[in-house]
């Protein structure tokens, strides 16, 4: 099959073309279990009746509309993530870099009006992950991402992640906005300290900065709450969301507090297709499955039964030096023998029936539906475990 698409992706050697639930069927009708989730995005696993239910009906009454005007199904999927946050406003956007680019520039707009130019500094991590914008890879603080892309914006400092010493010492009265991911994601499935989130709150009260959390992979349960910041006892005054949002169809969402939100004033930012009417639409009925007590606790199940096992493959086969995360975003670290080699085992897993993700060059990504099941989750691991054998046999 030709492929007429730009060379930036690399795609795998298999085209997908049915799904159910947690099995993937290619086009030559091999059967894959799905632990990859479209990169945390099918929280509900693939095709789920509801979410095709929902949207062929919205399909049938409206489609588009643009900002102009606003719509019931954006309405209500504002008013479910409002009522169930810390949240009173929602901007609506096609995806999380969108969402984190509307997230930068209301931090920022906010101090330029309450406080002046001078005050446009945002404090980010390294290896953090936002986004393929020239400002969210400018923010995000990973350099294979810039390259090729200078001159980018300026005002963005970078510290390690975790450490609260480096973020004391950078933060100052020209900090607009401080922000983290509650789990870095891309860079290794790495959760935060719970005492560096709590720093991370009392500075910024201290300096009057903006604290901007991206959930766009952790938010919509994947950590086994609705949204990461949870588990921390700290509220952020800007939070981004999109992945799991839509459960598979395209949204991002930027939500924030009715403090920071009237920065935003008529004109100052939009989105074509930000709110789209299907989006939103399955977004609800994806928030409503989400967001139930028996989907928190399989997802903690799983978890701890996908943990479990992970650390027994581990164990058994010496490849894992750490297996961690939260919820259903897991992360097994490849011992130092085998660095950079997790594409590799992606590659052997895929063979095998196995969609899996790597985050960084030592580090499997896992995450599966929250919806996932004891069958699926079993075969997936035996599936895992035979491509871990594979790997080693010609390692």
Excluded at 252 to 269: Q, R
């Amino acid at each position: 099959m030709n492929n007429y698409l730009t060379p930036n992706f690399a795609f795998a050697n298999m085209i997908p073309v049915h799904a159910q639930g947690s099995r993937v069927w290619d086009q030559a009708g091999k059967e894959y279990v799905d632990f990859s989730g479209g990169i945390a995005v099918n929280a509900l696993g693939h095709c789920h009746p509801v979410l095709v239910d929902t949207l062929t009906d919205q399909a049938k009454k409206l489609w588009h509309a643009s900002n102009i005007y606003t719509t019931e199904p954006a309405q209500q999927l504002a008013k479910l993530l409002v009522d169930h946050t810390f949240a009173d406003k929602v901007f609506f956007a096609n995806s999380g870099a969108e969402a984190n680019e509307a997230a930068f520039k209301l931090a920022r707009k906010y101090a330029y009006e309450h406080y002046g130019a001078q005050k446009n500094e945002i404090i980010a991590c390294v290896n953090g992950f936002h986004g393929r914008t020239l400002f969210t890879v400018s923010v995000g603080g990973q350099s294979k991402y810039q390259e090729g892309f200078a001159p980018l914006p300026e005002g963005i400092s970078h510290i390690p992640y975790n450490n609260i010493e480096a973020l004391k010492n950078t933060i100052n009265e020209r900090t607009c906005a401080v922000v983290l991911e509650l789990v870095q994601g891309e860079s290794g499935v790495l959760p935060a300290q719970v005492e560096f989130v709590q720093a991370a709150r009392q500075l910024c009260d201290q300096y009057q900065s903006l604290l901007v959390f991206d959930e766009v992979q952790t938010g919509m349960g994947r950590t086994g709450k609705l949204f990461a910041y949870e588990h921390y006892g700290v509220s952020p005054d800007i939070l981004s969301s999109a992945k799991a949002l839509g459960a598979g169809f395209p949204i991002g969402a930027m939500l924030t507090t009715d403090k920071v939100a009237p920065s935003f004033g008529v004109g100052s930012h939009g989105s074509t297709f930000g709110g789209n009417p299907l989006a939103c639409a399955v977004g609800c009925a994806a928030f409503n499955i989400i967001n139930d007590q028996k989907t928190y606790e399989n997802i903690n199940k799983q978890s701890q039964a996908l943990i479990n096992e992970l650390n027994v493959i581990g164990q058994s086969t010496g490849l894992f030096k750490e297996v961690r995360g939260k919820g259903l975003l897991v992360g097994c670290v490849l011992t130092d023998q085998y660095t950079n080699q997790a594409g590799e085992i992606t590659k052997i897993a895929l063979e095998q029936g196995l969609m899996l993700l790597q985050a960084g060059g030592s580090v499997l990504r896992f995450a599966p539906s929250l919806l996932l099941t004891d069958e699926d989750r079993q075969e997936g691991i035996k599936r895992f475990e035979q491509a871990c054998q594979n790997f080693l046999s010609h390692y």
